[in-house]
C-alpha cells in the first residue's frame, strides 16, 4: 500500500523554480507533521522543511531558508514544496515523510523521528 506518492521533480537550470507535490493517504495526512528531506548521491540524508498537523508551524533547513517555502493543503491530502532560486548543490532526490504527532503544532527536523516515507523524487539543477 503506498501511502506517501512524490511528483514534481525534474532538471531545471540554476535559478529557476519547481514545486514538488506529495499526495498523503488521508490516516497519515491527518495524524502527522509532515516534512521533507532530501539526499545527494554519496552524501546522508538531511532534512529540508515539516509542517505541523495544523500547518501553523514550519521549520526550514539553513540552506533553503528564503529559497523554499512548504505548504499543506488540508482538504487534498496534499503537502508542497515550493522551490525557488536553484541552485546545483540542491541537486537530490527528495522524499516526502510523516511524523506522527499528538500536538498539531508540534514537529521534527530528524529523519529517525518519521514513520512514513515515500519513494522520492529526483531534482537535478545544472549550472
Known amino acids: 500500500q503506498v501511502l506517501l506518492v512524490e511528483t514534481g521533480g525534474g532538471w531545471v537550470q540554476a535559478g529557476g523554480s519547481l514545486r514538488l507535490t506529495c499526495v498523503v493517504s488521508g490516516r497519515i495526512f491527518n495524524n502527522c507533521a509532515l516534512g521533507w528531506f532530501r539526499q545527494a548521491p554519496g552524501k546522508e540524508r538531511e532534512f529540508v522543511a515539516v509542517?505541523?498537523?495544523?500547518?501553523?508551524?514550519?521549520s526550514y533547513s539553513d540552506a533553503v531558508k528564503g529559497r523554499f517555502t512548504i505548504s499543506r493543503d488540508n482538504e487534498k491530502n496534499m503537502v508542497y514544496l515550493q522551490m525557488n532560486s536553484l541552485k546545483p548543490e540542491d541537486t537530490a532526490r527528495y522524499y516526502c515523510?510523516?511524523?506522527?504527532?499528538?500536538?498539531?503544532?508540534?514537529?521534527?527536523?530528524?529523519?529517525?523521528?518519521?514513520?512514513?516515507w515515500g519513494q522520492g523524487t529526483q531534482v537535478t539543477v545544472s549550472s
Open positions: 509542517i505541523s498537523r495544523s500547518g501553523g508551524r514550519t
Open positions: 515523510a510523516g511524523d506522527a504527532q499528538f500536538d498539531t503544532y508540534a514537529y521534527s527536523t530528524v529523519g529517525g523521528n518519521y514513520d512514513y
